[in-house]
Nanobody, 123 residues
Framework: QVVLVESGGGSAQSGGSLTLSCAAS??????LAWFRQAPGKEREGVAT?????????ANSVKGRFSISKDNAGNTIIVYLQMNDLKPEDTAMYFC?????????????????WGQGTQVAVSS
């Protein structure tokens, strides 16, 4: 049973910063990704990191967001540092895990999902 638990969402002003974290029960190999979904929009990939520590970012967040990971025993903790936030970053953010080092940008590429954490950015 794989469980993902996100935390760290909240409110920020434009230009501000927030850090999200996701704790995932261990699985290797893996890809851990952050997705987000704004009201009325499709879920979109934001950033990915795999068990080889390869990272990738959506163009919309490159240079502003940073993904990193830590291991604590059998738990993987992935962070999403979000800087220079913009109102268009407002969304529910989800972490997702797949059992492969290939990091898809499609939600269908992931087997397990967290419950989501809300991020709201005001102008």
């Amino acid at each position: 049973q794989v469980v993902l638990v996100e935390s760290g969402g909240g409110s920020a002003q434009s230009g501000g910063s927030l850090t999200l974290s996701c704790a995932a029960s261990g699985h290797s190999p893996y890809c851990l990704a952050w997705f987000r979904q704004a009201p009325g929009k499709e879920r979109e990939g934001v950033a990915t990191v795999n068990s080889r520590s390869t990272t990738d970012y959506a163009n919309s967040v490159k240079g502003r967001f940073s993904i990193s990971k830590d291991n604590a025993g059998n738990t993987i903790i992935v962070y999403l540092q979000m800087n220079d936030l913009k109102p268009e970053d407002t969304a529910m953010y989800f972490c997702a895990l797949s059992s492969t080092t290939f990091c898809s940008w499609l939600p269908s590429g992931y087997d397990w999902w967290g419950q989501g954490t809300q991020v709201a950015v005001s102008s």
